[in-house]
């Protein structure tokens, strides 16, 4: 089974503070990690995926993550958060021996507030 | 959302009606999925397609059918079996590892 924790339904920040939004993972196999993102009434878009290699993983609109084995985590963060970085995020796994199936947590609100 | 299209955006369901939203895309993906997102619940699983004329159950295809007829067309039709289909529905497909999702549609109940 493989299932995604976002421990925290909602993050707020100041703009121009970093930004960390927390994941847990647990798969049978290997993980295969993603992070969307969604704005009000649209679909999800890509932001970043750790397939394997480098366990820091730099993707769309400043945005990175790191993989962490041990601890089973992939934090999305980013450095510097904008007014527009406010959006709902999901994490999403999926392992090697289900070639099929994403399984999603089940979203941090994001705040950014100017 | 790239070049997967959802129509309608917003669809209304009159009680015991079935009604059926759309999903193409021209990215020649093989694969093709449909999503149910409800407040706080993140997304789950209905039908998925990996290939022209095969499709398997989610984890959540109680009420709702489906057609893989073409590659780049996988609809969804909601049953009247379904007595809670109240929600945003998504449609996915698969390039390499990652999923691409399409913009939605909100089904609402008269």
């Known amino acids: 089974a493989q299932s995604v924790a976002q421990p925290e339904d909602q993050v707020n920040v100041a703009e121009g503070n970093p930004l960390t939004v927390k994941c847990t993972y647990s798969?049978?196999?290997?993980?295969?990690l993603f992070w969307y993102v969604q704005y009000p009434n649209r679909g999800l878009q890509f932001l970043l995926k750790?397939?394997?290699?480098?366990?820091l993983v730099k993707g769309s609109y400043g945005f990175e993550a790191e993989f962490n084995k041990s601890q089973t985590s992939f934090h999305l963060k980013k450095p510097s958060a904008l007014v527009s970085d406010s959006a709902l995020y999901f994490c999403?796994?999926?392992?090697?021996?289900?070639?099929?199936?994403?399984?999603f947590g089940a979203g941090t609100t994001v705040t950014v507030r100017a | 959302d790239g070049g997967i299209t959802q129509s309608p955006k917003y669809l209304f369901r009159k009680e015991g009606q079935n009604v059926t939203l759309s999903c193409e895309q021209n990215?020649?993906?093989?694969?093709m999925y449909w999503y149910r997102q409800d407040p706080g619940q993140g997304l789950r699983l209905i039908y998925y397609?990996?290939?022209?004329?095969?499709?398997q159950k989610g984890d959540i295809a109680e009420g709702y059918s489906v057609s893989r007829e073409k590659k780049e067309s996988f609809p969804l039709t909601v049953t009247s079996a379904q007595k809670n289909p109240t929600a945003f529905y998504l449609c996915?497909?698969?390039?390499?590892?990652?999923?691409?999702f399409g913009p939605g549609t909100r089904l609402l109940v008269l």
């Open positions: 996915a497909s698969t390039g390499g590892e990652t999923q691409y």
């Open positions: 798969v049978s196999g290997n993980p295969y």
């Open positions: 750790y397939i394997t290699g480098d366990n």
């Open positions: 999403a796994v999926r392992d090697t021996f289900n070639d099929y199936k994403l399984s």
């Open positions: 990215l020649n993906h093989d694969a």
């Open positions: 397609s990996q290939i022209v004329n095969d499709f």
